[in-house]
T-cell receptor
Framework: KAGVTQTPRYLIKTRGQQVTLSCSPI?????VSWYQQTPGQGLQFLFE???????NKGNFPGRFSGRQFSNSRSEMNVSTLELGDSALYLC??????????????FGPGTRLTVL | QKEVEQNSGPLSVPEGAIASLNCTYS??????FFWYRQYSGKSPELIMS????GDKEDGRFTAQLNKASQYVSLLIRDSQPSDSATYLC????????????FGGGTRLMVKP
């Protein structure tokens, strides 16, 4: 089975711009979660989508948004980029079944640099 | 107080030794516990998951969970230089969908 794919892998933007990142989950997985990883804050949860609905949201400003399509592919958008948004953005997919054993598998990430 | 705590390390062990990585968590509602390995410049890779008190073994890896003490650990037997990486402990609440809360990670160095 193919793993989680993310595009693009690297991105350079300037402050004030917006960016859209894409994630394709493992085939059959219906839940997609997004995380931000920075050296200072570590790995932090952004949001989770399941069946095209946001199921959970982390503590990030409204500039961070996402959506999920009927084929479970997901996009996240960051508007009005700030220098502090420079990070590795990771997508993780899981079957999405209710229960403690639902396990997430990470994609390779998108490295975003804001200048 | 951080919700999931790990010693940042580095933890240095000789090749062939047992590496012991520890993690404590604050929310007693936590139901699922995961260990991920992350090589420098790469994304996290799942090593183990554990949901019940006790030990769970998979090859050279053993995860241990003690919910009363709010403590989860990962033992790596016969450590290899290729095990050198950052190990991330992640915790999920039972009613929080798939929101994982991560510790800061422990950097493990296995010396030949």
């Amino acid at each position: 089975k193919a793993g989680v794919t993310q595009t693009p892998r690297y991105l350079i933007k300037t402050r004030g711009q917006q960016v859209t990142l894409s994630c394709s989950p493992i085939s059959g997985h219906r839940s997609v979660s997004w995380y931000q990883q920075t050296p200072g804050q570590g790995l932090q949860f952004l949001f989770e989508y399941f069946s095209e609905t946001q199921r959970n949201k982390g503590n990030f400003p409204g500039r961070f948004s996402g959506r999920q399509f009927s084929n479970s592919r997901s996009e996240m958008n960051v508007s009005t980029l700030e220098l502090g948004d420079s990070a590795l953005y990771l997508c993780a997919s899981s079957p999405g079944l209710a229960g403690v054993s639902d396990t997430q598998y990470f994609g390779p990430g998108t490295r975003l640099t804001v200048l | 107080q951080k919700e999931v705590e790990q010693n940042s390390g580095p933890l240095s062990v000789p090749e062939g030794a047992i590496a012991s990585l520890n993690c404590t968590y604050s929310d007693r509602g936590s139901q699922s516990f995961f260990w991920y390995r992350q090589y420098s410049g790469k994304s996290p890779e799942l090593i183990m998951s554990i949901y019940s008190n006790g030990d769970k073994e998979d090859g050279r890896f053993t995860a241990q969970l003690n919910k009363a003490s709010q403590y989860v650990s990962l033992l790596i037997r016969d450590s290899q230089p290729s095990d050198s990486a950052t190990y991330l402990c992640a915790v999920k609440l039972g009613n929080a969908g798939n929101m994982l809360t991560f510790g800061g990670g422990t950097r493990l160095m296995v010396k030949p």
